[in-house]
C-alpha cells in the first residue's frame, strides 16, 4: 500500500527524506506510513512559507513518538486456561497538553495501527483547541464473547502495566473499538485500586453517575453529522430530506444516526462484519442499541425483528444509494470501487465517523467529482472534543446539562469546520477539507513545538 500513496501523490522535496525515514525506520507498518503520508503531502505550502519548520527539525520529531509502550497482558478465562494477549499506548505528542487518546480492543490491534491512530490523533486533538496531546493505545483482546467476568480479568491485567504511564496531567486514556462503558468501568476500578486515587480526570468516557460527562457517549458520531451539516450549510443546502447511509453498528454509527434523524434526516443504513441492514423507513436506533449493545448481537437480528428492514450477508453498504455517506466501522473500509458506487449513485457529501475509514485512491474520487468530503480528523473529532470537556468538569468537579454539553459540542464542530476550511484557502485548496484539516492541525503543533525548543 506505502508504494502506491508514494505513486499516488509525490512528496515534495523537503518532506520526502522524512517520508523515507519513516518507511525505513517503520517498516511494515502500512497504516501508519498511509497516515504520515497523508499529512506530510498536505503541509507542503505550509513549509514553503515558513521554511522554519524544516530547519529545526519539526517534520522529524514530529513522526516519531514521544514513548512507545509494549507489553505482556495474561489472564485466566471462563475454564481456568492462561490467556495471553498484547498490550500497547503510543504517547505520540504532549507538546500541547496531555497524551490523549482512546483504548482499541480487537484482533486486529498491532504497533501499526495504533502508531496511525496515535498520529491521526496529534491532529484532531489540536483542532479541537482543548490544549491535549496525541497518544492511543489497546489490545489485540477480543471482548465480542467473552463473559463480563473474563473481559474484567483482562481490563484489570491490562491495567496492572498500563497504570504507571497515565494521570490526569500525563496521560488520558478513553474508549475506542471494543472498549465502551463496560470496559472503562473495569479499567478506571483497577486503577483507582492500584493507586488509591479516585483520579477521575485519568480517564474520560465513564459512567455519568462517577464523574462522566453527559454527550460523551454520543459525541463522535454527534460530531460527524455536525460537521456535514456545516459543509452542506457552506453551499445553501442541509440534512433535511436527506438520504443518510452509515456504517458500523458500534457507538459512533449509532449515535451518527440518531442525530441525522433529528436533524431531518433518513438514515437507511448500519453494518457489521457479516454484513449491512437496509430500513428504508429509517434505522429504529432504539432497537439497533438493544441489539448491539445490550445483547451484543448481530446485525441480522434487526432485520429479524424489523419488517421494513432486509439484511444482505457479505455486501457492502456503499452499495445502497444515499445522499450522506457516513463510514463508522474502522480504517480502510471505503476501496475506490465503493467511492465509485457512491458517486454514481448521487453522494453529496461523506463525513468520516471513523478513523481513515476511506483508503486514499477513495478521497481522491470523492474529492475529483466534487463531493464533500470530511477526513476523519475533523469530522469525528467530537468524541475527544468532549472528552476534553470531561476532564474540565472533572478538575472543578462540577457536572453539565445534556443540551448545555451539546451546544458546547456543536460549537466545537463548527470551529473545526471553519478552521478546515479557512486554512484550506489561505493556502490554495479552497473546499479541500482534508488539506484544511492538515494544515490548521499542523500549524499549532509546529509553533508549539518551536517555542519549547528541541526536546
Known amino acids: ?24 525506520r517503520s517498516a511494515h507498518e502500512p497504516e501508519f506510513h498511509q497516515a504520515v503520508h497523508e499529512v506530510l503531502h498536505s503541509i507542503g505550502p505550509v513549509l514553503d512559507a515558513h521554511p522554519e519548520y524544516v530547519e529545526n527539525g519539526v517534520l522529524e520529531r514530529l513522526v516519531e513518538p514521544e514513548r512507545q509502550i509494549i507489553f505482556r497482558v495474561p489472564w485466566i478465562d471462563d475454564a481456568g486456561r492462561l490467556q495471553v494477549n498484547r498490550g500497547f499506548r503510543v504517547q505520540f505528542s504532549s507538546v500541547l497538553g496531555p497524551y490523549k487518546g482512546g483504548l482499541r480492543f480487537h484482533p486486529s490491534v498491532n504497533l501499526s495501527i495504533i502508531k496511525f491512530l496515535g498520529f491521526e490523533q496529534i491532529f484532531k486533538n489540536a483542532l479541537t483547541g482543548q490544549g491535549i496531546g496525541g497518544g492511543k493505545g489497546g489490545s489485540d483482546f477480543d471482548p465480542h464473547g467473552k463473559s463480563d467476568a473474563e473481559v474484567m480479568r483482562f481490563c484489570q491485567s491490562f ?81 433535511d430530506g436527506k438520504r443518510v447511509g452509515v456504517s458500523g453498528s458500534g457507538n459512533v454509527a449509532i449515535y451518527a444516526i440518531q442525530k441525522a434523524q433529528q436533524l431531518g434526516a433518513t438514515a437507511v443504513t448500519a453494518s457489521d462484519s457479516s454484513g449491512y441492514i437496509l430500513d428504508e423507513d429509517g ?80 478521497v481522491e474520487a470523492f474529492q475529483s467529482a466534487g463531493v464533500l468530503f470530511a477526513p476523519g480528523k475533523a469530522a469525528n473529532a467530537g468524541g475527544v472534543a468532549t472528552s476534553a470537556l470531561e476532564m474540565s468538569q472533572n478538575a472543578s468537579r462540577q457536572r453539565w446539562s445534556f443540551d448545555a454539553s451539546e451546544r458546547k459540542l456543536r460549537e466545537i464542530m463548527a470551529d473545526i469546520h471553519d478552521a478546515s476550511f479557512r486554512a484550506a484557502e489561505r493556502y490554495g485548496s479552497p473546499g479541500d477539507y482534508v488539506a484544511g484539516a492538515n494544515i490548521a492541525g499542523f500549524e499549532r503543533v509546529a509553533a508549539a513545538m518551536l517555542a519549547q525548543g528541541v526536546i
Open 1 to 24: 500500500m506505502t508504494d502506491t500513496i508514494a505513486d499516488f501523490h509525490p512528496l515534495t522535496a523537503p518532506v520526502q527524506p522524512v517520508f523515507d525515514t519513516v518507511r525505513t
Open 159 to 239: 491495567m496492572n502495566e498500563l497504570y504507571r504511564h497515565l494521570g490526569e496531567h500525563t496521560d488520558v486514556p478513553a474508549g475506542d473499538i471494543g472498549v465502551g462503558g463496560r470496559e472503562i468501568g473495569f479499567l478506571f476500578g483497577q486503577y483507582r485500586k492500584i493507586t488509591n486515587r479516585h483520579e477521575s480526570g485519568m480517564f474520560t468516557g465513564k459512567g455519568t453517575g462517577w464523574g462522566g460527562a453527559e454527550v460523551r457517549t454520543e459525541a463522535t458520531g454527534y460530531g460527524a453529522v455536525f460537521f456535514a451539516e456545516e459543509m452542506l450549510g457552506v453551499h445553501g443546502e442541509s440534512l
Open 283 to 362: 434505522v429504529d436506533v432504539d432497537l439497533l442499541r438493544q441489539i448491539k449493545e445490550v445483547e451484543r448481537g448481530r446485525i441480522v437480528e434487526y432485520a429479524r425483528r424489523k419488517p421494513t428492514a432486509r439484511f444482505v450477508e457479505g455486501g457492502s453498504v456503499w452499495e445502497v444509494p444515499v445522499d450522506i455517506a457516513v463510514p463508522s466501522a474502522t480504517q480502510n473500509e471505503v476501496s475506490e470501487d465503493d467511492a465509485e458506487a457512491l458517486i454514481a449513485n448521487g453522494v453529496r457529501a461523506v463525513s468520516e465517523g471513523a478513523n481513515m475509514p476511506c483508503v486514499p485512491e477513495a
